[in-house]
C-alpha cells in the first residue's frame, strides 16, 4: 500500500509496546524509526559514567548542563536496526539496563535535556516518513504530526512483556523490581513539569493488553486508510 510520507508519533506509557509497534510499522511501509527513549537512556548513561549521578539518585544538573551540547548522541541503522551511537561507541545494550531504566526518568524530566533531545530528533527527522516513538512526541516534538498513536496495555502485561524482553537478553530480572520501575516511570513521566506524557486530543488509542502484533498492524492499516481516504484496500507482507 502507498502510505503517504507522514510523521506518525507513537506515545504511551512504559513498555506499552510502543517500540515494537512502530518498528512493524516502520519496517512494513519503509519507514525511519526513531526511538526517542534511547536518547534519554544516552543522555541517563553518560552521566552514569561520568559521575554526575550519585548513588543516592542525585543528579548533578549543573556539570550536565555544560557538557550537553557537546554530547554526539545519533542513531546509525545497521542491517536494518536503528542502533544508538555516542560518538564512536554503540551504547544500545548498555542503555537497556536496569540501573540505566531506574535513572532515566529523573533525567528526562530536567527542560535543558529535553530541549537538547528535541532539537536531535527534530533534525534526524528532517526527510520525512518517520515513526517515532516516546512519551510526548504528539504533544510538543511533533505536535502537527499527521498520525498520533497513543498505547496502553494492562500493567501485569506490560510487566510481564519487560520481564520475557530481559531474560531473552541474558538478564535474571526480578518481577516484582520490574512491576516497581514501570509504576515509578509512569509516575514521574506524567507528573513532570515539562512535556508530561498525556494522550494528545487527536491520537488513536490503542490498547493491545490482548493483541497479537498482526492484530496491531492490522489496526493501523485500518486507521491509515480511514484517515487519508486511501482508496485501495492496504496490503499487507505478512
Ligand atoms: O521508552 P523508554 O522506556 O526507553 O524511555 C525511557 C525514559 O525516557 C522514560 O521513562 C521517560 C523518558 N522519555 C521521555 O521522557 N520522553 C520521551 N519522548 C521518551 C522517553
Same mark, same amino acid.
Given at each position: 500500500m502507498n502510505v503517504p510520507d507522514i510523521i506518525i508519533a507513537v506515545d504511551g506509557f512504559s513498555a506499552t509496546g510502543k517500540s515494537t509497534f512502530a518498528k512493524m510499522v516502520a519496517k512494513e511501509f519503509d519507514f525511519l524509526y526513531l526511538d526517542s527513549g534511547a536518547m534519554y537512556r544516552g543522555v541517563t548513561l553518560f552521566a552514569m559514567e561520568n559521575g554526575l549521578?550519585?548513588?543516592? !539518585? %542525585?543528579?548533578d544538573e549543573a556539570a550536565l548542563k555544560v557538557v550537553i551540547d557537546t554530547l554526539d548522541l545519533h542513531f546509525r541503522n545497521e542491517e536494518g536496526k536503528t542502533l544508538l551511537y555516542l560518538g564512536e561507541r554503540c551504547i544500545e545494550t548498555e542503555i537497556r539496563t536496569l540501573a540505566v531504566s531506574s535513572y532515566v526518568s529523573p533525567v528526562s524530566a530536567i527542560a535543558f535535556v529535553r530541549a537538547y533531545v528535541d532539537a536531535k530528533l527534530r533534525a534526524f527527522s528532517e526527510g520525512g516518513r518517520v515513526i517515532m516513538d516516546g512519551?510526548?512526541? !504528539? %504533544?510538543?516534538?511533533?505536535?502537527?504530526?499527521?498520525l498520533k498513536v497513543f498505547m496502553v496495555a494492562d500493567e501485569k502485561v506490560r510487566a510481564q512483556r519487560r520481564y520475557d524482553e530481559m531474560v531473552e537478553k541474558g538478564d535474571t530480572p526480578v518481577f516484582e523490581d520490574i512491576v516497581k520501575n514501570l509504576a515509578e516511570r509512569d509516575y514521574i513521566d506524567s507528573h513532570?513539569?515539562?512535556?508530561?506524557l498525556r494522550q494528545p486530543e487527536d491520537a488513536y488509542v490503542m490498547d493491545?493488553?490482548?493483541?497479537?502484533l498482526h492484530e496491531e498492524l492490522v489496526w493501523c492499516l485500518g486507521v491509515i486508510q480511514g484517515k487519508f481516504l486511501l482508496y485501495e484496500a492496504p496490503s499487507l507482507t505478512w
Open positions: 549521578i550519585a548513588k543516592d !539518585g %542525585t543528579i512519551r510526548d512526541i !504528539g %504533544t510538543t516534538v511533533f505536535p502537527n504530526a499527521e513532570r513539569e515539562t512535556s508530561p493491545n493488553t490482548h493483541m497479537t
